[in-house]
């Protein structure tokens, strides 16, 4: 069979099923933004543009989807210092030295996908485990201790061994030590998303890997989350169910990274025109290399495309926060964080487990910087910034 | 008899409220002395840390501010108003409700409500507004203890974009008209008291400049010279030529 990913075997599937329907279970809501972001993504060419389009979107001082496109183009990447240079100041006029810490849990990795280049995919073979309750409350005790405030909870997207229950009780253990919780787990219907805001959770992340619907079913080859429209709309029915804010994000090098950033950005500009008072975040990941595959790389995607992107979401979003994976460097996240991110992940384990005591559950993809809290905070400081645990109160 | 800022029964001598939340917090307490503040506002979301309070930066003496920035609603505003008082930061509170977390620009009618609901309930409220002449009536009605009018939006630097409009409630209302938010220079922040208003609240172009504590300074500097000014009484200025030497009336025998 075809070869959808470099270094990457695939394990047959039959009867696969169609990726743009939705199942029984899945809540279908108007899909105006979806496809406007859809079509803005296929309408975008990003070898229109020029030099001169870029010093515009430079020079702009509300910046448009086509200063956002131009911004994002090959063209630009010769501006990018100067990029880094504007987006250095919007940031600080929009969030002044400060610079956001918080932590992933991960409490299960159990899942039922099978997206060909993650680790935690139903056919990897890792050792598998979720933790129970007395377990995640260890755990966040443990990451409590490092002094931060904020965490964000993830599983392996099964609904079967990780139920909204579950992640809910999950949600309750961590608002008594956290003072901001979000969810990074399978997308889910309005209703359940409001259940688990009523559990404490404030924010919800999920990741479109990418807005490519062809290439999306390609590497997304059975499972929940095979289906395409119900994933890209999760973000939409999250703020419905009265989510303070969402974070969007592509997986950087399973497509045209260009193409998919523009679109990550197009989704978050629609969804705020929507609902003015959502609170939007962008994250930047790349391809990483995974468990049983140290071949998985973000091919074109090198560290400046990585900023380009990052700039670029900053211009266009100046008011957006955005968070540094561990899937970069320590020399790279401490750089970033002054010109365009404002969230950074420390004393990270993508593993079950691992803050308190061995790890039981594999890791979803490897890190690259294994920093702790307190060498995050020592380098936030070591470049005049200022860490901050939280600026958040759950009403 | 000392030229006095009077809000809620206290007194201040200084007309700089200075802002917090997005500098270093250990510039703060430089700031502060800098600015000759007496009063400071802060997130209660960000004073709501274990780890490294801006509380413990804050200068003893000075006037907490805490802010209701997050809220949506006038429930969530009047929620963090009580937290902040539970959690000592006095009867002060700032009423902020935002429903656009673009351009940040305050919901009046929901901060209406909110400033009834606290105001009953002893707060000192200082409610930030977008400059609408009914609406500072109805907070004067709801027992404000000034109004807090947005001279442009928030973090922008764009000085008195608003000015026609602040200078009408400075105009017609009794309370003391603070501007707040958008004010990025000196020079703004003076012609703002040279126009009439009691205070001004700064907090960007502080973070972004690039001496804080001299900048802080630079805007006591401007504030006390608006208010000097304004004090003193403005002399004469034309908007357009000149006045004629010669009048017209000249000829005009009884």
């Given at each position: 069979m075809d070869q959808p990913m470099d270094g990457v075997t695939v394990v047959e599937v039959k009867n696969k099923t169609d990726h743009m329907a939705y199942l029984p279970e899945m809540e279908q809501i108007d899909p105006t933004v979806r496809l406007?972001?859809?079509?803005?993504?296929?309408?975008?060419?990003?070898?229109?543009?020029?030099?001169?389009?870029v010093r515009a979107a430079l020079e702009a001082t509300e910046r448009t989807p086509e200063h956002f496109a131009a911004l994002l183009s090959p063209a630009a990447q010769p501006f990018l210092e100067e990029m880094a240079q504007k987006a250095r100041m919007d940031k600080r006029r929009y969030f002044g030295d400060n610079v956001y810490l918080f932590t992933p849990i991960y409490i299960s990795n159990y899942c039922e996908n099978y997206c060909i280049y993650?680790?935690?995919?139903?056919?990897?073979?890792?050792?598998?485990?979720?933790?129970d309750l007395a377990g995640i409350e260890r755990e966040m005790a443990a990451i409590a201790r490092t002094g931060l405030e904020e965490i964000l909870?993830?599983?392996?997207?099964?609904?079967?061994?990780?139920?909204?229950?579950?992640?809910?009780?999950?949600?309750?253990?961590?608002?008594?030590?956290?003072?901001?919780?979000?969810?990074?787990?399978?997308?889910?219907?309005?209703?359940?998303?409001?259940?688990?805001?009523?559990?404490?959770?404030?924010?919800?992340?999920?990741?479109?890997?990418?807005?490519?619907?062809a290439r999306y079913e390609q590497l997304h080859l059975a499972g929940h989350k095979r289906v395409f429209p119900y994933r890209m709309e999760a973000q939409e029915r999250?703020?419905?169910?009265?989510?303070?804010?969402?974070?969007?994000?592509?997986?950087?090098?399973?497509?045209?990274?260009?193409?998919?950033?523009?679109?990550?950005?197009?989704?978050a500009w629609l969804l705020q025109r929507k609902y003015p008072h959502a609170e939007i975040s962008f994250s930047c990941p790349r391809l990483r290399p995974i468990v049983n595959n140290d071949r998985i790389n973000p091919k074109d995607v090198h560290e400046r495309q990585l900023l380009q992107v990052m700039c670029a979401y900053r211009l266009f979003m100046p008011f957006a926060g955005m968070t540094i994976s561990t899937?970069?460097?320590?020399?790279?996240?401490?750089?970033?964080?002054?010109?365009?991110?404002?969230?950074?992940?420390?004393?990270?384990?993508?593993?079950?487990?691992?803050?308190?005591?061995?790890?039981?559950?594999?890791?979803?993809?490897?890190?690259?910087?294994?920093?702790?809290?307190?060498?995050?905070?020592?380098?936030?400081?070591?470049?005049?910034?200022?860490?901050?645990?939280?600026?958040?109160?759950?009403? | 008899m000392a030229d006095q800022l009077m809000l809620g029964g206290h007194a201040f001598t200084s007309r700089f409220i200075l802002g917090s939340g997005k500098y270093s917090l250990d510039l703060i307490r430089a700031a502060v002395e800098h600015a000759g503040a007496q009063i400071i506002t802060l997130a209660l979301r960000r004073a709501n840390s274990d780890t490294d309070s801006i509380l413990d930066h804050i200068p003893e003496g000075v006037t907490l501010l805490p802010n209701t920035s997050g809220a949506r609603t006038a429930d969530e505003a009047v929620r963090i108003a009580r937290l902040?008082?539970?959690?000592?930061?006095?009867?002060f509170v700032k009423i902020e409700i935002m429903r656009d977390s673009k351009y940040l620009l305050p919901d009046n009618y929901e901060t209406i409500k909110a400033t009834e609901i606290l105001a009953r309930e002893g707060f000192v409220v200082m409610p930030y507004m977008y400059?609408?002449?009914?609406?500072?009536?109805?907070?004067?009605?709801?027992?404000?203890?000034?109004?807090?009018?947005?001279?442009?939006?928030?973090?922008?630097?764009?000085?008195l974009a608003t000015r026609d409009f602040i200078r009408i409630l400075i105009d017609e209302i009794d309370l003391p008209i603070i501007v707040d938010a958008g004010i990025g220079r000196p020079s703004q922040a003076c012609e703002a008291m040279e126009m009439g208003a009691a205070a001004v609240m700064a907090n960007t172009a502080i973070a972004t400049a690039g001496d804080i504590a001299a900048m802080a300074g630079a805007f006591k500097s401007a504030i006390e010279a608006g208010r000097a000014a304004r004090l003193a009484g403005l002399g004469r200025v034309l908007d357009h030529g000149a006045a004629p030497s010669s009048p017209l009336t000249g000829f005009l025998a009884d």
């Open positions: 406007q972001v859809v079509a803005a993504r296929d309408g975008y060419d990003e070898t229109a543009y020029t030099a001169r389009d993650c680790g935690f995919n139903c056919h990897n073979k890792i050792r598998r485990a979720r933790l909870i993830l599983t392996g997207e099964s609904r079967k061994m990780s139920d909204v229950e579950y992640i809910g009780e999950a949600c309750k253990i961590a608002r008594k030590y956290f003072k901001m919780v979000g969810i990074e787990v399978y997308p889910m219907n309005s209703d359940e998303y409001a259940y688990l805001h009523r559990c404490g959770v404030d924010y919800v992340t999920v990741f479109q890997e990418t807005y490519n619907d999250a703020l419905m169910g009265g989510m303070r804010g969402v974070a969007f994000a592509a997986l950087l090098g399973l497509d045209d990274f260009r193409k998919d950033a523009f679109a990550t950005g197009i989704h899937r970069e460097r320590a020399g790279f996240r401490d750089r970033v964080i002054d010109i365009a991110a404002t969230k950074i992940s420390a004393g990270v384990s993508t593993g079950i487990g691992g803050h308190d005591g061995d790890e039981e559950g594999d890791d979803q993809f490897e890190i690259a910087d294994g920093r702790t809290v307190d060498q995050v905070v020592s380098a936030i400081r070591d470049q005049g910034l200022q860490p901050v645990m939280n600026d958040y109160v759950y009403v | 902040a008082r539970a959690c000592g930061c006095g009867d400059p609408d002449l009914n609406v500072a009536r109805d907070l004067v009605d709801a027992g404000a203890a000034c109004v807090m009018p947005l001279g442009a939006p928030i973090g922008s630097n764009k000085g």
